[in-house]
């Protein structure tokens, strides 16, 4: 099957014309019975390459082939071309680079990658010349995940002179492997005459000829050329595979030839791929085509590739090989690493100039290539290649330091900053507006990747008002998105006071829908979610960014990188809304696909935030297992996540009263804060101090800490650490009581209230003290509408309920007195006349008239059932209670050793707090009947007909509300 691309395929990814081979019937019937894995090892010369191209035109497959070499044993090089020729199948469109973010995940990525590359509709890969890998590369392990992807119905054919590696051991014991060997290959009688015949004729060569011939070759396709080409059909030294006799051979085939001819092949075999106008320029021969078509048709190991851009032609290896041994001279090879470097071919022309010290050359080169290495991951060719540069000629040119300066933020954002300082000051002095802005922002970006050190950051924030004074008009709006998402996220860490800043998040919110670069994007709306939230407190606007981020923000094709960016964006947000159930579902979502995508460098965040799970519920050791997960992480952890991982374990250790461990967290905090310089950081290594002191029982030192804390808290920038100060001051307060209680009470909610915030770390890892606060603010009447609003967001039951309906948000309310009615978070609950639950009701009124705690279910099934016989009441009560709970909420009645309850931390009932209040009056001043518990009076349940247990229950409740009366004014006498 022939393919085509709109653009040429470098000549690596280009197979051999099949024209010139010689059918192979008998082979052919091997490979068609091979399994999805094909192995042909044999020696140099032996007609692998040539057999797979035959088998190709014969069968027309379609098929992708693929040159090995040795600059595959960079894993990205190789992915980066194998993407490119999968582009033929798929409208143009690459598969993805192998970018740094995989690093981690390696495996996984060769899987999907292969996955893809099935899909495109390829159904065979070649990878010639395998032993050009060298042995410890890592696509060795890579192509062992990634070819176990193979589909039944695809193949891959690998061609080598050597055996597969190691690696595939688990490969080659599956069924789909099958070995081809130089013993497969050696041609026999027929192929060796049909071979001889088509470069000699027909009539000039008969079948005994050629078996004479075939056994002093040994079978050896190489070596019969040769021999025709030496005019050695009948006799001659024995030729075997052996290399040193090829040379031999190939030499005096050499000396046959006049000195033009001799220089024309040695100067086209320094160019890896042969094009005939690079030849004719290398070589000053008008007529370097048809000598090139001339060899192909001798075949004289050469062979024609055919591509979208026009032939190009290749020197076999050996022959490659034997031609570079007489070296061209110094000049010759400037010219041509001049020509390939013309001709696009930069990679070839980079290793000439390398070889000749010509390092003005090389570096010219590099500029142009360094672009497409970065952009395919190419990261560790491209540094080598920059190392090797003499000083001077980076300096020179400032986009060279820039690229040093990438290759090495992924693994050392510190060393990378270094070269991205030097190219900015380089771009500076020539009055490179995109250069300066470029490295402004790489520099800015390397103290994102260390997230340490921040203070040195400010130099370059500083800088930032003269570069724009200097550089008024930005070059693109990609650009301009760049310098404001780092000018509005570094400052908020250290400097959130600097005047400008919500300009600046406004103009990042206009440029936000236009930005093309999807990484950028994610990373622009994430600074601006954390701006609104964390230093803002902006809800509402945070809400319609994240709203309208999601819309345009991603589709199919975003990369995974960005899409787990957009994740980290969710969990914040989910968390911040105290939304566990949603941060639960983002967090999983997100280590499944970056196990599946194979991108685990924000695992660490996201296995650090699963802490927060079991820490919302108090499940011990579920805290104590996902803390332990996070060891792995903490080999050689970066400042930041040491911080905040030191600091999930402090908390543990506080709400466990684990006072040693308290110690040892805070101090591990405050060491790590120190380390990050964020604001933030040192704000929350102060209450840590604080804690501390409580736990070496120093409250002196703890009152000073938590002094310090609330001091610096207004200027932290962020106002949930400023809330966690708060609330910290709370609990001290009211250990203490008093006016500083109240005080501090009013102060942590009247701030909560101004900025909507819904959760903290305090509140999130002490849930039943926030119960109780809350429940002293509703007494107290503070913020009533946006502690009830907290109170439902958490889920917090009262440890004490309070008797008056409207003290608490109750999930359920029920009346009974002088009516009935049920109300679910404050609406009444209604049913259209055919619908009633008449049972599940009947139940419920019941369970209320014997008390609402501790009924008997024996009570309740012979009240309501007292025709049926004890299983059938029991299976009706089973039944109908199911139905109760569906109605009210799963939570709302207990069932425990046979006795049914409504909870009266989840539903309030006037009945049962008449029962309540005349067994425990409470804190009531009848006096003033504002604030009497006590429900309005009136009958239960009056318009329900006559039931036997419905008058002993109106009499018992009308008694005990008496009583309640009576025992309310005693205590209200007493105060």
Same mark, same amino acid.
């Given at each position: 099957?022939?393919?085509?691309?709109?653009?040429?395929?470098?000549?690596?990814?280009?197979?051999?014309?099949?024209?010139?081979?010689?059918?192979?019937?008998?082979?052919?019937?091997?490979?068609?019975?091979?399994?999805?894995?094909?192995?042909?090892?044999?020696?140099?010369?032996?007609?692998?390459?040539?057999?797979?191209?035959?088998?190709?035109?014969?069968?027309?497959?379609?098929?992708?082939?693929?040159?090995?070499?040795?600059?595959?044993?960079?894993?990205?090089?190789?992915?980066?071309?194998?993407?490119?020729?999968?582009?033929?199948?798929?409208?143009?469109?690459?598969?993805?680079?192998?970018?740094?973010?995989?690093?981690?995940?390696?495996?996984?990525?060769?899987?999907?990658?292969?996955?893809?590359?099935?899909?495109?509709?390829?159904?065979?890969?070649?990878?010639?010349?395998?032993?050009?890998?060298?042995?410890?590369?890592?696509?060795?392990?890579?192509?062992?995940?990634?070819?176990?992807?193979?589909?039944?119905?695809?193949?891959?054919?690998?061609?080598?002179?050597?055996?597969?590696?190691?690696?595939?051991?688990?490969?080659?014991?599956?069924?789909?492997?099958?070995?081809?060997?130089?013993?497969?290959?050696?041609?026999?009688?027929?192929?060796?005459?049909?071979?001889?015949?088509?470069?000699?004729?027909?009539?000039?060569?008969?079948?005994?000829?050629?078996?004479?011939?075939?056994?002093?070759?040994?079978?050896?396709?190489?070596?019969?050329?040769?021999?025709?080409?030496?005019?050695?059909?009948?006799?001659?030294?024995?030729?075997?595979?052996?290399?040193?006799?090829?040379?031999?051979?190939?030499?005096?085939?050499?000396?046959?030839?006049?000195?033009?001819?001799?220089?024309?092949?040695?100067?086209?075999?320094?160019?890896?791929?042969?094009?005939?106008?690079?030849?004719?320029?290398?070589?000053?021969?008008?007529?370097?085509?048809?000598?090139?078509?001339?060899?192909?048709?001798?075949?004289?190991?050469?062979?024609?590739?055919?591509?979208?851009?026009?032939?190009?032609?290749?020197?076999?290896?050996?022959?490659?090989?034997?031609?570079?041994?007489?070296?061209?001279?110094?000049?010759?090879?400037?010219?041509?690493?001049?020509?390939?470097?013309?001709?696009?071919?930069?990679? $070839?022309?980079? +290793?000439? &100039?390398?070889?000749?010290?010509?390092?003005? %050359?090389? =570096? @010219?080169?590099? !500029? #142009?290539?360094? /672009?497409?290495?970065?952009?395919?991951?190419?990261?560790?060719?491209?540094?080598?290649?920059?190392?090797?540069?003499?000083?001077?000629?980076?300096?020179?040119?400032?986009?060279?330091?820039?690229?040093?300066?990438?290759?090495?933020?992924?693994?050392?954002?510190?060393?990378?900053?270094?070269?991205?300082?030097?190219?900015?000051?380089?771009?500076?002095?020539?009055?490179?507006?995109?250069?300066?802005?470029?490295?402004?922002? $790489?520099?800015? +970006?390397? &103290?994102?990747?260390?997230?340490?050190?921040? %203070?040195? =950051? @400010?130099?370059? !924030? #500083?800088?930032? /008002?003269?570069?724009?004074?200097?550089?008024?008009?930005?070059?693109?709006?990609?650009?301009?998105?760049?310098?404001?998402?780092?000018?509005?996220?570094?400052?908020?860490?250290?400097?959130?006071?600097?005047?400008?800043?919500?300009?600046?998040?406004?103009?990042?919110?206009?440029?936000?829908?236009?930005?093309?670069?999807?990484?950028?994007?994610?990373?622009?709306?994430?600074?601006?979610?954390?701006?609104?939230?964390?230093?803002?407190?902006?809800?509402?606007?945070?809400?319609?960014?994240?709203?309208?981020?999601? =819309? @345009?923000?991603?589709?199919?094709?975003? /990369?995974?990188?960005?899409?787990?960016?957009?994740?980290?964006?969710?969990?914040?947000?989910?968390?911040?809304?105290?939304?566990?159930?949603?941060?639960?579902?983002?967090?999983?979502?997100?280590?499944?696909?970056?196990?599946?995508?194979?991108?685990?460098?924000?695992?660490?965040?996201?296995?650090?935030?699963?802490?927060?799970?079991?820490?919302?519920?108090?499940?011990?050791?579920?805290?104590?297992?996902?803390?332990?997960?996070?060891?792995?992480?903490?080999?050689?952890?970066?400042?930041?996540?040491?911080?905040?991982?030191?600091?999930?374990?402090?908390?543990?250790?506080?709400?466990?009263?684990?006072?040693?461990?308290?110690?040892?967290?805070?101090?591990?905090?405050?060491?790590?804060?120190?380390?990050?310089?964020?604001?933030?950081?040192?704000?929350?290594?102060?209450?840590?101090?604080?804690?501390?002191?409580?736990?070496?029982?120093?409250?002196?030192?703890?009152?000073?800490?938590?002094?310090?804390?609330?001091?610096?808290?207004?200027?932290?920038?962020?106002?949930?650490?400023?809330?966690?100060?708060?609330?910290?001051?709370?609990?001290?307060?009211?250990?203490?009581?008093?006016?500083?209680?109240?005080?501090?009470?009013?102060?942590?909610?009247?701030?909560?209230?101004?900025?909507?915030?819904?959760?903290?770390?305090?509140?999130?890892?002490?849930?039943?003290?926030?119960?109780?606060?809350?429940?002293?603010?509703?007494?107290?009447?503070?913020?009533?509408?946006?502690?009830?609003?907290?109170?439902?967001?958490?889920?917090?039951?009262?440890?004490?309920?309070?008797?008056?309906?409207?003290?608490?948000?109750?999930?359920?309310?029920?009346?009974?007195?002088?009516?009935?009615?049920?109300?679910?978070?404050?609406?009444?609950?209604?049913?259209?006349?055919?619908?009633?639950?008449?049972?599940?009701?009947?139940?419920?009124?019941?369970?209320?008239?014997?008390?609402?705690?501790?009924?008997?279910?024996?009570?309740?099934?012979?009240?309501?059932?007292?025709?049926?016989?004890?299983?059938?009441?029991?299976?009706?009560?089973?039944?109908?209670?199911?139905?109760?709970?569906?109605?009210?909420?799963?939570?709302?009645?207990?069932?425990?050793?046979?006795?049914?309850?409504?909870?009266?931390?989840?539903?309030?009932?006037?009945?049962?707090?008449?029962?309540?209040?005349?067994?425990?009056?409470?804190?009531?001043?009848?006096?003033?009947?504002?604030?009497?518990?006590?429900?309005?009076?009136?009958?239960?349940?009056?318009?329900?007909?006559?039931?036997?247990?419905?008058?002993?229950?109106?009499?018992?409740?009308?008694?005990?509300?008496?009583?309640?009366?009576?025992?309310?004014?005693?205590?209200?006498?007493?105060?």
């Amino acid at each position: 099957m022939t393919v085509s691309s709109a653009k040429p395929l470098p000549f690596k990814l280009t197979p051999p014309s099949a024209e010139r081979c010689v059918p192979r019937p008998r082979l052919f019937e091997k490979l068609d019975g091979a399994g999805r894995l094909a192995w042909i090892a044999a020696p140099a010369g032996s007609g692998k390459t040539s057999l797979v191209s035959a088998w190709l035109k014969a069968r027309d497959f379609p098929a992708l082939w693929y040159h090995v070499d040795a600059g595959d044993a960079e894993p990205a090089a190789f992915f980066a071309y194998l993407g490119q020729a999968a582009s033929v199948f798929k409208d143009g469109e690459s598969l993805p680079p192998l970018t740094p973010e995989y690093a981690l995940g390696l495996p996984a990525f060769a899987r999907n990658f292969f996955r893809r590359l099935w899909q495109t509709g390829c159904r065979l890969l070649v990878l010639d010349d395998y032993h050009d890998l060298p042995a410890d590369a890592a696509l060795h392990d890579m192509l062992r995940h990634g070819l176990e992807e193979t589909p039944a119905d695809c193949r891959v054919v690998v061609v080598s002179r050597n055996e597969p590696p190691a690696q595939w051991a688990r490969l080659r014991l599956s069924g789909a492997f099958s070995r081809f060997c130089w013993r497969d290959l050696r041609l026999d009688d027929g192929e060796c005459l049909a071979m001889a015949q088509g470069r000699l004729g027909d009539g000039e060569i008969d079948g005994e000829r050629a078996a004479l011939l075939n056994r002093r070759i040994a079978g050896w396709a190489a070596g019969l050329v040769l021999a025709l080409e030496h005019g050695d059909a009948d006799g001659g030294e024995r030729l075997a595979d052996d290399p040193l006799l090829f040379d031999f051979f190939a030499a005096e085939i050499l000396a046959g030839l006049n000195a033009e001819a001799r220089e024309f092949l040695r100067l086209c075999a320094l160019l890896p791929e042969i094009r005939p106008d690079a030849a004719a320029e290398l070589t000053g021969r008008a007529d370097a085509s048809a000598r090139l078509e001339d060899l192909v048709r001798r075949n004289l190991f050469t062979v024609r590739h055919r591509a979208g851009g026009g032939d190009s032609y290749e020197f076999r290896p050996l022959f490659r090989q034997f031609l570079l041994t007489d070296a061209a001279g110094p000049e010759s090879t400037a010219r041509a690493a001049s020509v390939l470097c013309r001709h696009g071919d930069f990679e $070839a022309g980079i +290793a000439l &100039f390398q070889a000749l010290g010509d390092w003005p %050359a090389m =570096a @010219d080169a590099l !500029l #142009a290539l360094a /672009p497409q290495l970065h952009a395919a991951g190419r990261l560790a060719a491209l540094s080598a290649w920059l190392d090797v540069l003499p000083e001077a000629e980076l300096e020179r040119r400032p986009w060279l330091r820039y690229f040093q300066g990438a290759c090495r933020l992924p693994i050392d954002p510190a060393g990378a900053r270094t070269y991205y300082a030097s190219a900015f000051a380089g771009f500076d002095a020539e009055g490179d507006a995109l250069g300066s802005y470029s490295a402004w922002i $790489a520099v800015c +970006a390397s &103290f994102i990747f260390a997230f340490g050190n921040i %203070a040195a =950051a @400010d130099p370059w !924030l #500083a800088a930032l /008002p003269a570069l724009r004074q200097r550089y008024p008009d930005f070059p693109d709006p990609e650009l301009e998105a760049g310098v404001l998402t780092f000018s509005l996220f570094l400052p908020t860490l250290r400097h959130p006071d600097t005047p400008g800043l919500e300009a600046v998040a406004l103009r990042l919110e206009d440029l936000l829908p236009g930005i093309r670069d999807a990484q950028l994007k994610v990373a622009a709306a994430s600074n601006l979610l954390m701006y609104w939230l964390g230093t803002r407190g902006d809800n509402l606007r945070a809400e319609r960014l994240t709203a309208r981020f999601a =819309a @345009d923000g991603l589709g199919e094709a975003t /990369p995974p990188l960005v899409r787990l960016m957009w994740e980290t964006m969710h969990a914040f947000h989910h968390w911040l809304n105290a939304d566990i159930a949603g941060l639960d579902l983002a967090l999983r979502r997100a280590l499944s696909f970056a196990e599946s995508s194979g991108v685990r460098i924000l695992d660490s965040y996201f296995t650090l935030q699963t802490v927060l799970i079991p820490a919302y519920t108090g499940d011990r050791e579920g805290v104590a297992a996902a803390l332990a997960g996070m060891a792995p992480y903490m080999a050689m952890p970066r400042s930041y996540d040491a911080f905040q991982y030191h600091f999930l374990r402090l908390l543990e250790a506080r709400a466990s009263g684990d006072d040693g461990a308290v110690v040892d967290a805070a101090r591990e905090v405050e060491r790590y804060a120190a380390r990050t310089e964020i604001l933030s950081c040192a704000l929350y290594a102060m209450l840590a101090a604080a804690w501390r002191c409580l736990a070496e029982q120093d409250s002196a030192g703890a009152l000073l800490e938590l002094a310090r804390a609330k001091a610096a808290a207004p200027g932290c920038g962020s106002v949930t650490a400023h809330w966690d100060v708060l609330f910290a001051e709370l609990e001290l307060a009211d250990a203490r009581g008093g006016e500083d209680g109240r005080q501090a009470l009013a102060a942590f909610f009247a701030f909560g209230q101004r900025y909507g915030l819904l959760n903290a770390y305090g509140i999130h890892w002490r849930r039943p003290a926030l119960a109780d606060y809350c429940q002293k603010a509703l007494q107290q009447n503070l913020a009533a509408d946006y502690v009830r609003r907290l109170i439902r967001v958490h889920g917090l039951l009262p440890e004490r309920p309070p008797p008056q309906a409207d003290a608490w948000p109750w999930p359920v309310r029920i009346y009974t007195l002088g009516r009935f009615e049920i109300q679910l978070d404050g609406k009444a609950l209604s049913f259209s006349a055919s619908r009633v639950p008449v049972k599940p009701l009947e139940l419920l009124k019941a369970l209320i008239g014997f008390g609402g705690r501790d009924v008997a279910q024996e009570s309740l099934a012979d009240a309501l059932w007292p025709d049926a016989d004890g299983d059938a009441a029991r299976r009706t009560l089973h039944t109908n209670l199911h139905r109760l709970r569906a109605l009210l909420g799963e939570d709302s009645l207990t069932v425990r050793d046979g006795r049914i309850s409504l909870d009266a931390r989840r539903c309030w009932c006037d009945a049962a707090i008449v029962e309540t209040l005349a067994a425990y009056p409470g804190h009531c001043a009848c006096a003033d009947p504002s604030r009497c518990p006590l429900p309005p009076p009136g009958e239960f349940l009056p318009l329900e007909p006559a039931l036997p247990w419905l008058s002993e229950a109106r009499a018992r409740i009308e008694r005990r509300r008496r009583e309640a009366i009576a025992k309310c004014r005693r205590e209200g006498l007493r105060r």
